[in-house]
């Protein structure tokens, strides 16, 4: 695989104070055999021009081809890709934003080196991301955990799927794809106009394939970001976008197929999407997405706790309903006790009378209290459930 071409595709859009970072990161690898591909969204900013002339100036020997695509309109970022990848001619590929930078001169040699000892079942094979300042100079966290990375290699193509539905934990800005995986599970789906790599791992995973974790670093991902976008309050129209894919994904690649997971999968899926679900009216999304109707009947065990669930924690009405029903019933027996040791005469039996319709009534009323405790304790439930 060393003499075969490796395209590595460079994806820009209104970032012109980042992008000659990153062309130099590709500009510098040291593998003999590479395919450059600046694709452009429609930017505002951009002088086509310059960035030409600086891949022109800059390129060495293994920079073997350079391919421009710039899109006429706004086309979002999972059409922009998939019009990149179509144009590549490499058996491999990898894509990154403009704004990042790959780690250092050996990533497209290390992956190299990984899809030459991979199964023949690995399609995909990521490495570590670097969340880093905005300058790219100071490293906040890394993006995969070691120890989860681990255990992930081991996994079947349905277990990965499992863990992908919980948590993208892997970048896939930090990720190499061959491309015989596009020609067998098509391209990425375009119903989701900023989220690419979440939905195709779910899909590719679903699918059989397979997604490898090579310990190398690959890429310098730097903070903020769509994906990032912390501020609370009404959300700029492409941050809800990405929230809005993010509920879609969630509707399409993964509750269609609930019954192969685990409960706590279950619920740390169903939790998420509620949660995301609020946070995207709250941003003040108005596009329709799964009502609590129907989320119930994605999983009816999720309501039927919530509202059985205080109740199981909470006795005080049965047992003070319990109670009740007690004194009255000893007062009712005792009367009846005494008729009869008394015998029987008109007073005796106007008191057992009496007692009998006491404890009848005040049994009805207790009856009506425990069922009007529950009824207020599930309305306050099902306002909270159902409170978009």
């Given at each position: 695989m060393n003499n075969e071409l490796f395209s590595v595709i460079v994806l820009h859009y209104n970032q012109p104070?980042?992008?000659?970072?990153?062309?130099?990161?590709?500009?510098?690898?040291?593998?003999?055999?590479?395919?450059?591909?600046?694709?452009?969204?429609?930017?505002?900013?951009?002088?086509?021009?310059?960035?030409?002339?600086?891949?022109?100036?800059?390129?060495?020997?293994?920079?073997?081809?350079?391919?421009?695509?710039?899109?006429?309109?706004?086309?979002g970022t999972v059409k922009t890709i998939n019009r990149a990848v179509k144009s590549a001619g490499g058996s491999h590929m990898l894509f990154f934003a403009a704004d990042d930078a790959l780690y250092d001169e050996n990533v497209i040699a290390n992956f190299i080196k990984a899809f030459d000892k991979a199964d023949d079942d690995v399609y995909m094979i990521s490495s570590q991301c670097l969340m880093m300042d905005e300058e790219l100079k100071e490293t906040i966290e890394t993006f995969v955990h070691h120890t989860q990375a681990v255990s992930f290699n081991k996994m079947s193509a349905e277990e990965q799927f499992r863990v992908f539905a919980c948590s993208c934990f892997l970048a896939i800005g930090a990720t190499a794809?061959?491309?015989?995986?596009?020609?067998?599970?098509?391209?990425?789906?375009?119903?989701?106009?900023?989220?690419?790599?979440?939905?195709?791992?779910?899909?590719?995973?679903?699918?059989?394939?397979?997604?490898?974790?090579?310990?190398?670093?690959?890429?310098?991902?730097?903070?903020?970001?769509?994906?990032?976008y912390l501020t609370k309050g009404n959300l700029p129209p492409h941050v809800l976008q990405y929230k809005l894919d993010t509920l879609h994904i969630t509707e399409n690649e993964i509750f269609p197929y609930f019954k192969i997971f685990s409960p706590q999968e279950k619920l740390t899926v169903f939790e998420r999407y509620?949660?995301?679900?609020?946070?995207?009216?709250?941003?003040?999304?108005?596009?329709?997405?799964?009502?609590?109707?129907?989320?119930?009947?994605?999983?009816?065990?999720?309501?039927?706790?919530?509202?059985?669930?205080?109740?199981?924690?909470s006795w005080i009405p049965v047992i003070k309903s319990i109670r009740v029903l007690s004194y009255v019933a000893l007062i009712f027996f005792t009367a009846v006790f005494a008729g009869k040791a008394l015998g029987t005469n008109i007073i005796t039996e106007i008191i057992t009378i009496g007692l009998a319709a006491a404890f009848y009534a005040l049994a009805v009323i207790a009856f009506l209290i425990v069922i009007l405790s529950l009824g207020l304790r599930c309305l306050k439930i099902l306002q909270k459930i159902f409170k978009r």
């Open positions: 104070s980042y992008v000659y970072t990153a062309l130099d990161s590709v500009l510098n690898q040291n593998y003999g055999h590479i395919e450059l591909i600046f694709a452009d969204d429609a930017s505002h900013d951009i002088d086509k021009e310059a960035i030409e002339k600086y891949i022109s100036d800059k390129k060495g020997d293994n920079i073997e081809n350079v391919i421009y695509v710039y899109n006429e309109e706004n086309m794809m061959s491309k015989d995986m596009f020609e067998k599970f098509g391209y990425f789906n375009e119903e989701y106009k900023f989220i690419e790599d979440w939905a195709y791992f779910l899909y590719l995973t679903r699918s059989g394939g397979k997604i490898q974790y090579s310990d190398f670093n690959g890429l310098l991902h730097r903070d903020g970001g769509i994906s990032h509620r949660f995301e679900k609020q946070a995207y009216y709250a941003g003040g999304g108005t596009q329709p997405v799964l009502s609590e109707m129907g989320l119930a009947k994605v999983m009816p065990r999720y309501y039927i706790h919530r509202l059985l669930g205080p109740f199981m924690n």
